[in-house]
């Protein structure tokens, strides 16, 4: 098994421990790594020290907040023996790798990264932007070269980072020796899930649906969706275009988009029967889903296993790229 991986490219991945998942961490990021298993060898790591950027005073959360994630990847299909499951400050190299390459790295070249710009925005921070929010792709790209990772599946969004921890590699790789290789991005191609007021789903606007809602609570979510606000009766001519119901039928109906579509446009599908059937589509594709999460949640003890597990195998590699590091910068070696 670890001859057959070991010839296989490496891939490090990475999601904040937000809890249950919705339908956009699944098509945006989920649905990617399952497939990505059986190609590469895949690490995928629950970053709680970069969840503290958002919810540092909310630190008991996190541990429950892991198992519920954990919870939710491998009843979607991710395989704790192929992929590689851990959580990042039980692999505490990340910490050291991350200060050392903070020596790399000017304070402008962070400042004037796109994604932090956004942060700042997005999460209103003027005037208390932290350490940590600045250094925050610096952890990243320890995350990702402390596996020597040779990509990094990303949405578009994410193209910054990589391209920082490609910078940070080359860095270290021409100062101290070649340790890293530079990560390609892995663009993978996902669906767009707004939430029913049209918004990014998240679960802190309060538009989620989650993988593991009951056929009720989806119904609940989606009959409030915002749909053709030009389409009033049901024949009038509707734009799917423009319809959150729409977005979600192509992710959950394949097959029938282009009569859904077709019925949409010529005025013979009325929105209330459109959101029914969107809703049963979205329930029907998670019902697998929610059986085997029925089995694994009453098992907490397993899901502790995996991560054990997983930490431990991501620490073993940790050990030996600091080992590399430190041997490249020439560090004291001592055993102590
Ligand atoms: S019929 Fe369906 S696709 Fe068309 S506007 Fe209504 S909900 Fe949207």
């Avoid at 339908?23 to 790591?45: F, M, P």
């Avoid at 209103?124 to 350490?131: A, C, F, I, M, P």
């Avoid at 029907?284 to 029925?294: D, K, L, Q, V």
Wanted: glycine fraction near 8%.
């Amino acid at each position: 098994m670890l001859g057959f991986m070991n010839e296989k490219k490496r891939i490090l991945s990475g999601m904040q421990p937000t809890g249950r998942l919705h339908l956009g961490n699944y098509a945006g990021a989920l649905v990617n790594w399952i497939d990505l298993q059986h190609r590469y060898e895949s690490y995928h790591c629950i970053v709680d020290w970069h969840s503290l950027t958002i919810t540092y005073d909310e630190t008991e959360r996190i541990a429950g907040d892991t198992i519920e994630m954990v919870v939710d990847w491998l009843a979607a299909g991710l395989e704790p023996d192929r992929a590689t499951i851990f959580v990042q400050s039980l692999v505490p190299e990340h910490a050291e790798l991350h200060l050392l390459l903070s020596m790399l790295i000017t304070l402008g070249r962070l400042e004037r990264n796109p994604t932090f710009k956004e942060k700042v925005k997005d999460l209103d921070l003027r005037g208390e932007v932290s350490y940590g929010h600045l250094g925050y792709p610096v952890l990243q790209a320890a995350d990702i070269l402390m596996y020597r990772a040779h990509a990094v599946p990303v949405g578009e969004d994410q193209i910054p980072h990589i391209e920082l921890t490609r910078e940070l590699a080359r860095k270290f790789n021409t100062t101290y020796g070649e340790v890293f290789p530079e990560p390609e991005t892995l663009l993978t191609p996902f669906a767009r899930i707004p939430g029913p007021d049209g918004r990014k789903m998240s679960k802190s606007l309060g538009n989620a649906i989650l993988m593991s809602d009951t056929p009720e609570d989806i119904f609940g979510v989606v009959r409030t969706a915002i749909t053709d606000e030009k389409k009033i009766h049901k024949d009038d001519p509707g734009r799917p275009e423009v319809c959150n119901v729409f977005a979600w039928h192509q992710t959950f109906s394949p097959g029938r988009i282009e009569q859904i579509a077709t019925e949409c446009r010529d005025g013979t599908r009325g929105c209330v029967q459109c959101k029914k059937e969107a809703s049963e589509a979205i329930a029907g594709h998670f019902a697998e889903f929610r059986e085997r999460r029925a089995g694994l949640e009453i098992d907490t003890d397993r899901i502790v296993d995996v991560i054990r597990e997983g930490s431990r195998r991501a620490r073993e590699f940790a050990a030996e790229t600091m080992a590399q590091v430190r041997d490249a910068m020439k560090l004291f070696r001592l055993e102590l």
